[in-house]
């Protein structure tokens, strides 16, 4: 039920923002506005507030909405109203109306993001685990238990430019930007317990160093977790220790109690909790058989011997071992907070970015470098919808504001049916001094509406696999 809820409020609110940008534009520039519905099909609740000539409706079905403006090009308009109507007006106005759609749904990210930033939120401090076996972290050198203090990519790298890393959750979105450019990323890490650097300022001289991950070597075609698997950050430092047991499981079986610290796997030293999960994950053999592993604990300031047989779990990829218990402690946990200007300044900022990555991720697609794979439809975001919901405000709040930058963006599409490609008409206008004709205009819908329909079939697809996968 909170999936369903979750999903309808934020179509809801994303369509009713972006139909609003369209009319607010439109009342703007004198066009009269007869209808604003959010939603299609059976009207469930209609009124018309008083000496406003726009009937405002809710439809059954939420998937959607629409403006509809006075328009000769849709049934006969009086003369009288003749200067009213959408296609009498001048191009700027035209291209305006159009294009306030988009832009309130980028608005309103840029809000969201500015409230979380002013509010605060709760993330892992970037404090890195142990970097995956073969991994580029590895071949780089960074180390379990080290603190990134700045990070940059691009031209003209340098720590006085650098951004500051606050949290763990700043370093993967880092990581991921710098991926899809295929850029390295240079990292100014300290040992544990180093204190981050103030907001424009270089790092601490004592102590820290610039480690550079190759990213420009990965062909990333899919933004999950197999990325920061190959890049090796995975997940920031928590201490070895195990968690709550259940019953049926191989750490059960094993001897294994809530709280028991792990100091070695098979006489190698374990660093912190995502080097134990890594062991345990490989703890099974191709065939699908669990290896018996010898752990060594420490419980109450004493050190025992236990034997794990981590039990099999079939994967994509094959066979990876569990044992039926929480691993790792809780990471530690900092404020991200930012002042009024500063929350505006990266609610604009994140915007933008998002905005270009998603943009860089869809010509990925289009040209084969990235998998389709990363197309998601409706059944995904109403998943997602409800994770967020239930993991708090400010998750859900941090969703809307990602999927407002998705439809903002994906309205922006050169395609003829949609805010862009009726864009695209317009410029056409004003290079040529004349609008596109009407049999090219009916032959660019039905592309446009082929195309929609193609990308709507491979998230649909996306969807349901990833239910059954």
């Known amino acids: 039920m909170l999936t369903i809820v979750a999903f309808v409020v934020a179509l809801g609110l994303l369509i009713a923002i972006h139909e609003y940008g369209h009319y607010r534009v439109a009342v703007a520039c004198g066009v009269k506005v007869l209808r604003f519905s959010v939603g299609f099909g059976k009207p469930l609740y209609t009124w018309r507030p008083k000496n406003s000539p726009t009937e405002f409706v809710i439809g059954l079905l939420p998937l959607g909405g629409y403006v509809r403006m006075l328009d000769e090009r849709e049934g006969p308009v009086p003369a009288e109203e003749r200067h009213l109507a959408f296609n009498t007006q001048p191009l700027r106005s035209r291209a305006a109306i159009v294009a306030a759609g988009p832009a309130a749904n980028l608005l309103l990210a840029a809000v969201l993001y500015a409230v979380v930033s002013f509010a605060g939120v709760q993330q892992p401090r970037p404090v890195l685990s142990e970097p995956a076996a073969g991994s580029l972290a590895e071949r780089a050198g960074l180390r379990s238990g080290e603190v990134v203090l700045q990070a940059a990519f691009g031209p003209d790298v340098a720590a006085e430019t650098a951004a500051r890393v606050a949290s763990f959750d700043e370093l993967r979105w880092l990581m991921t930007r710098a991926a899809l450019a295929q850029q390295d990323l240079s990292l100014w890490v300290a040992p544990a317990g180093t204190a981050g650097p103030e907001e424009g300022s270089a790092p601490p001289a004592v102590g820290a160093r610039e480690v550079v991950l190759p990213l420009s070597q990965l062909a990333v075609r899919d933004v999950d977790a ?129 905005s270009v990555l998603s943009l860089k991720m869809m010509f990925k697609m289009v040209t084969g470098q990235a998998s389709l794979s990363n197309l998601s439809g409706p059944i995904t975001i109403a998943d997602y919808a409800g994770k967020s919901a239930a993991l708090g405000l400010t998750a859900y709040i941090l969703f809307l504001a990602l999927i407002s930058v998705s439809l903002g963006v994906l309205n922006l599409l050169p395609l003829p049916v949609l805010d862009g490609g009726h864009l695209m008409y317009y410029l056409w206008e004003g290079i040529t001094g004349k609008p596109v004709s009407e049999a090219w205009m009916e032959r660019l819908q039905r592309g446009g509406v082929a195309v929609l329909l193609l990308m709507m079939s491979v998230a649909v697809f996306n969807d349901v696999a990833r239910l059954v996968g």
């Open 226 to 354: 197999s990325l920061f698997q190959n890049i090796g950050i995975v997940a920031p430092w928590s201490a070895p220790v195990v968690g709550e047991v259940f019953p049926d499981g191989a750490a059960y079986a094993a001897g294994l109690q809530d709280g028991d610290r792990v100091l070695q796997v098979n006489g190698r030293a374990v660093a912190d909790g995502q080097q134990l999960r890594s062991a345990i994950r490989a703890g099974v053999t191709a065939a699908g058989q669990g290896v018996p592993q010898e752990w060594q604990v420490e419980r109450g300031g004493a050190v025992l011997t236990l034997v794990v047989t981590p039990k099999p779990q079939q994967e994509d990829n094959g066979f990876s071992g569990r044992v039926g218990a929480y691993i790792g402690a809780a990471p530690e946990m900092v404020t991200v907070r930012e002042g009024v200007f500063g929350a505006l300044a990266y609610g604009v900022q994140r915007t933008w970015e998002v």
